[in-house]
């Protein structure tokens, strides 16, 4: 599909432009997603509007600047609803141009992971989540943000954002996304020099060499089974987990027993706050937001948006 380009259908009455520009509900699917069979989850979809008897104006932008420009769009022109379709990447982008507005955000989860929506409890199983779409109910939930760029699950500078960019490399020769993905960390592990930062954090500072720091939109799961999960989004709180620099088979040796969760991670240092700001050595760094990887300027500076986002979940029994 060509930059840019997008669909449009409309399912129930058929919508003219104008009324399409103002719909109380838009559902934007992500034209770029491919795993798992995108055209087969886009008619899944289609389907299951069609048997919720929903009228929806279904688009599928080009890319995720076109994605967020009709999310923004759409919440300027109080829509009621923004139906997202896609991975963690088409939701944070929806999310970002939905934090802050009465327009709420329900989560189509397409992707390979679906991080949010699994913290959320939200279906993964598309007609159900379109199901929640309708009849769910709205939670706020935090965001959080660096240097303005907001975020709904963690950011990231350091081993990960280099393992992206190889991996990205590495797709664009030709390799498939998961085989690229082990060859880039093959790649980038052994080369681990780690990298100067100060993080501040409050009244707390740490000052030195890390490999990793991982910032998360609220804390984040350490042990067995639950590692990698949340289990709140609106406390309203930051935490980071920083790796100190301990020497390249160290931080081998950690990703391995993260990789199979044979044991609690091991060293890092963890912390929590509203606000982090973090300065380095560097006229630039490549920073992971939500899996994308973007250059920015630093100090880094990290802050959590309290409720920021209203999302629709599944309702809570009474």
Same mark, same amino acid.
């Given at each position: 599909m060509a930059d840019g380009l997008?669909?449009?259908?409309?399912?129930?009455?058929?919508?003219?432009?104008?009324?399409?520009?103002?719909?109380?509900?838009?559902?934007?699917?992500?034209?770029?997603?491919?795993?798992?069979?995108?055209?087969?989850?886009?008619? %899944? #979809?289609?389907? /299951?509007?069609? +048997? &919720?008897?929903?009228?929806?104006?279904?688009?599928?932008? !080009?890319?995720? @600047?076109? %994605? #967020?420009?009709? /999310?923004?769009? +759409? &919440?300027?022109?109080?829509?009621?609803?923004?139906?997202? !379709?896609?991975? @963690?990447?088409?939701?944070?982008? /929806?999310?970002? +141009?939905?934090?802050g507005t009465d327009t709420a955000l329900a989560v189509l989860p397409l992707g390979t992971l679906n991080h949010f929506a699994k913290d959320l409890g939200i279906p993964l199983e598309i007609e159900k989540a379109v199901v929640n779409a309708f009849e769910g109910e709205i939670r706020t939930v935090d965001v959080a943000e660096v240097n303005g760029r907001i975020f709904i699950n963690n950011s990231s500078i350091g081993l990960y954002p280099r393992m992206v960019r190889k991996r990205e490399a590495l797709q664009r020769s030709g390799w498939s996304k998961w085989l690229a993905l082990a060859r880039a960390a093959v790649a980038v592990f052994p080369a681990a020099r780690g990298f100067w930062i100060r993080l501040n954090a409050g009244s707390r500072t740490l000052a030195g060499k890390t490999d990793f720091l991982f910032v998360g939109n609220n804390p984040y799961e350490l042990t067995i089974p639950q590692v990698g999960a949340r289990t709140v989004l609106d406390s309203g709180t930051l935490w980071a987990w920083q790796l100190p620099h301990t020497g390249r088979f160290a931080v081998m040796l950690l990703a391995l027993r993260a990789l199979f969760r044979l044991e609690k991670p091991k060293a890092p240092i963890v912390l929590t706050g509203r606000e982090f700001r973090v300065e380095m050595r560097k006229a630039t760094v490549d920073v992971a937001v939500d899996g994308e990887v973007v250059s920015m300027t630093p100090p880094l500076q990290y802050r959590s948006r309290p409720r920021a986002l209203r999302v629709m979940v599944p309702k809570t029994a009474s």
């Amino acid at each position: 599909m060509a930059d840019g380009l997008r669909y449009v259908w409309s399912y129930g009455p058929m919508l003219n432009e104008a009324a399409a520009a103002t719909a109380d509900i838009l559902c934007l699917i992500n034209g770029a997603a491919h795993s798992g069979g995108a055209d087969s989850k886009r008619q %899944l #979809v289609a389907d /299951a509007l069609v +048997a &919720a008897g929903a009228t929806v104006q279904v688009e599928q932008p !080009g890319n995720c @600047d076109e %994605l #967020v420009r009709r /999310a923004r769009e +759409a &919440a300027q022109n109080r829509a009621k609803l923004v139906i997202a !379709g896609g991975g @963690d990447g088409t939701i944070s982008a /929806a999310a970002n +141009a939905l934090a802050g507005t009465d327009t709420a955000l329900a989560v189509l989860p397409l992707g390979t992971l679906n991080h949010f929506a699994k913290d959320l409890g939200i279906p993964l199983e598309i007609e159900k989540a379109v199901v929640n779409a309708f009849e769910g109910e709205i939670r706020t939930v935090d965001v959080a943000e660096v240097n303005g760029r907001i975020f709904i699950n963690n950011s990231s500078i350091g081993l990960y954002p280099r393992m992206v960019r190889k991996r990205e490399a590495l797709q664009r020769s030709g390799w498939s996304k998961w085989l690229a993905l082990a060859r880039a960390a093959v790649a980038v592990f052994p080369a681990a020099r780690g990298f100067w930062i100060r993080l501040n954090a409050g009244s707390r500072t740490l000052a030195g060499k890390t490999d990793f720091l991982f910032v998360g939109n609220n804390p984040y799961e350490l042990t067995i089974p639950q590692v990698g999960a949340r289990t709140v989004l609106d406390s309203g709180t930051l935490w980071a987990w920083q790796l100190p620099h301990t020497g390249r088979f160290a931080v081998m040796l950690l990703a391995l027993r993260a990789l199979f969760r044979l044991e609690k991670p091991k060293a890092p240092i963890v912390l929590t706050g509203r606000e982090f700001r973090v300065e380095m050595r560097k006229a630039t760094v490549d920073v992971a937001v939500d899996g994308e990887v973007v250059s920015m300027t630093p100090p880094l500076q990290y802050r959590s948006r309290p409720r920021a986002l209203r999302v629709m979940v599944p309702k809570t029994a009474s």
